[in-house]
């Protein structure tokens, strides 16, 4: 593999990552959110800060990055999870504007000029670069699927479920809903802010313009092409919203179009995505015998 | 008493649904209450499990006075709703629909008994253990949401127009099960029902709701020898 592929599926695999954290609060826990790129950034900016002015090293940052992006989460979720459907939709909508405001015009994230100088991710003394970056990522995408599948087996995850599909039942069941709702969403901006660390240390230069609106929708895009809820659905999603601009390079100005289009397609043909339950993809490579209720 | 409504109020904006339910429910019992559609049955059992505010009145389950507690809390406090319509989860199993029931209470039912008793009682259940809910038949859904609600050992059961969109023989089964439970396990449950005879026929006493009040109560089998109810409910 060149270079050039190399940064194509490193960039797919941070995606990838950001995605699976979209994916427990949208698919799991059935949250709208069209903000997720906010967290994006702020993983990428608190990563940036800590180990520039900080002066810590990637991996020590890390941890605090995580559980930083993970309290704002909490922070944030606390008064927008009281709303349902189309106004915590646009409340998150709401979030993402603000937090890019925030980073675009306060002088301490760097202002308009962004945040330069981050520097590399050492491992074992060898600066991480090329195909030792993507594997890393790899490794923490690794991380980030484990954790969802762990999740979709424990009792937090069958709480989220049971919300998702009927509230009221759930709640007559003893599932405090905002309590669950927060649950998924923490744990979702922690998986953005993971992601986010890993983007601003292979770019080593980050402005608020890379965490707008539009990586949010194409987060959604992601999540729901590749099969909302499912488990590997979201690295399905980034892997093809990746490549595909790549491999139709004269059509990179209409990445948007070709986005919105697959978009309408899919959710007019294959509304669960492609992974989702009763799919083309699903029905043609089915295990017999398995339950498939959420893989 | 186990549970106490005194003077229940609810409202949605300028429609009166309740206007001051007061009734009781003591350990033990099988109480139902009639009525037509658009009595008030389905809010009254909604206020009760706090799914609707109360704009009036009060709610006292075991002596504490559960009015402003919220769903979740009311549940944790043993009490369990057959909603209406089943509202299992569609897109979970059987067995994890089963599950949700005894949420935070896991380690304190005996999962795996609960478990072997709800198949005795609804064999379909174990079949279709791994099935999507969403899979199974109205009949079978309401026996799902039935299980749902006992495996967390509630205090006090109650039941929304069960009946509903059933076929004869299945409406008797299930109240023949609701009936069973009472009699031989000392469950209490306060029915909602438009079926008039067969929630009459089941429970010791019960309450007529005519749009958002009480007009008549007493014990079942007199209320069945009351011209107003033979003419009104049963059709006789």
Same mark, same amino acid.
């Given at each position: 593999m060149n270079d050039y592929s190399i940064t194509i599926l490193t960039f797919i695999a941070i995606q990838a990552i950001v995605a699976c954290g979209l994916n427990v609060i949208v698919?799991?826990?059935?949250q709208i959110s069209l903000g997720h790129a906010a967290f994006f950034g702020i993983g990428a900016y608190a990563s940036a800060l800590l180990t520039t002015?900080?002066?810590?090293t990637f991996w020590t940052a890390l941890p605090l990055v995580i559980l930083l992006t993970g309290a704002i989460g909490l922070v944030l979720g606390m008064p927008s999870l009281r709303l349902r459907e189309d106004f915590l939709a646009v409340t998150t909508i709401g979030i993402n504007f603000i937090v890019e405001s925030v980073f675009l015009y306060v002088?301490?994230?760097?202002?308009?000029?962004g945040l330069g100088g981050i520097p590399s991710i050492t491992l074992l003394g060898t600066r991480l670069r090329g195909p030792n970056f993507l594997y890393l990522c790899l490794v923490f995408l690794a991380a980030v699927l484990f954790i969802s599948r762990r999740f979709t087996r424990s009792w937090g995850g069958l709480a989220c479920f049971a919300l998702r599909e009927e509230e009221t039942a759930a709640s007559s069941m003893g599932v405090s809903p905002i309590r669950f709702k927060l649950l998924a969403f923490v744990l979702g901006t922690a998986m953005a802010g993971l992601g986010g660390a890993l983007y601003a240390h292979l770019m080593r230069f980050i402005s608020a313009?890379?965490?707008?609106f539009t990586l949010s929708v194409s987060m959604m895009s992601m999540v729901v092409l590749g099969?909302?809820?499912?488990?590997w659905g979201p690295v399905l999603g980034a892997l093809i919203l990746g490549v595909l601009p790549e491999v139709f390079r004269p059509l990179i100005d209409y990445r948007m179009l070709l986005n919105a289009a697959i978009l309408l397609l899919m959710i007019r043909f294959q509304p669960a995505g492609l992974?989702?339950?009763?799919s083309l993809l699903r029905r043609l490579f089915r295990r017999p015998g398995r339950d498939s209720a959420h893989e | 008493m186990l549970l106490e409504l005194r003077d229940l109020q609810v409202s949605y904006g300028d429609i009166h649904a309740l206007e001051g339910v007061s009734l009781s429910v003591a350990e033990g019992e099988l109480v139902s209450v009639i009525g037509a559609n658009g009595a008030g049955k389905s809010s009254l059992l909604n206020c009760l499990m706090g799914i609707v505010p109360a704009r009036g009145g009060s709610v006292t389950f075991q002596g504490k006075d559960?009015?402003? =507690?919220?769903v979740h809390e009311r549940a944790r406090c043993g009490i369990r709703i057959v909603p209406e319509r089943a509202r299992?989860?569609?897109?979970?199993?059987v067995y994890e629909n089963l599950l949700t029931g005894c949420y935070g209470i896991r380690n304190s039912v005996g999962l795996a008994g609960k478990l072997e008793w709800l198949y005795s009682l609804f064999p379909v259940l174990e079949e279709r253990?791994?099935?999507?809910?969403?899979?199974?038949?109205g009949g079978e859904q309401q026996m799902l949401a039935i299980s749902r609600a006992l495996i967390a050992d509630p205090k006090l059961l109650l039941v929304d127009?069960?009946?509903?969109? =059933?076929m004869p023989m299945l409406v008797d089964k299930v109240f023949e099960v609701l009936s069973m439970l009472n009699r031989d396990h000392g469950l209490t449950i306060l029915l909602v029902e438009q079926n008039a005879l067969a929630s009459l026929g089941i429970s010791s006493r019960s309450y007529v709701l005519e749009t958002g009040r009480i007009v008549l109560e007493g014990p079942s089998g007199e209320l069945l020898e009351n011209p107003r109810v033979r003419e009104a409910y049963l059709g006789l």
């Open positions: 698919g799991y826990a059935g002015k900080g002066g810590l002088p301490f994230f760097g202002g308009a000029l313009t890379d965490f707008g099969g909302i809820g499912t488990l992974l989702g339950e009763g | 559960v009015t402003s =507690l919220p299992v989860f569609p897109r979970l199993s253990k791994s099935q999507l809910a969403s899979t199974l038949s127009e069960v009946s509903m969109g =059933l």
